[in-house]
């Protein structure tokens, strides 16, 4: 079994800075992109932050130059550092990883989320 277990979440005041942290438990192997997706409430859930085995990085153009996606992969761990906070960043952020576990088939592992709330 495969678990995700975010941190790091919580109330912050504009212009504020969170740092987010995803640690990937269990049976999976050959991790390949980690990421970070975003649910406000009645939206959709979107994609913030991505970031591959080899380091290449993509990000949603709201949070570029404010966020920055990082992983430890001998901790098999995915941090997210956020900075410059707005109240629309406030969403529940989901960590998510593609990567191979006992089906031996790749696919998508998700974390329950973690609640960030940028208000005054």
């Known amino acids: 079994q495969v678990q995700l277990v975010e941190s790091g979440g919580g109330l912050v005041q504009p212009g504020g800075s969170l740092r987010l942290s995803c640690a990937v438990s269990g049976s999976i192997f050959n991790i390949d992109a980690m990421g970070w997706y975003r649910q406000a409430p009645g939206k959709q859930r979107d994609l913030v932050a991505i970031?591959?085995?080899?380091?290449?990085?993509n990000y949603v153009e709201s949070v570029k130059g404010r966020f920055t996606i990082s992983r430890d992969n001998a901790k098999n761990t995915v941090y997210l550092q956020m900075n410059s906070l707005k109240p629309e960043d406030t969403a529940v952020y989901y960590c998510t990883v593609y990567g191979t576990g006992r089906t031996l088939l790749p696919q998508n592992y998700w974390g329950r989320g973690t609640q960030v709330t940028v208000s005054s």
């Open positions: 970031i591959t085995s080899g380091g290449s990085v």
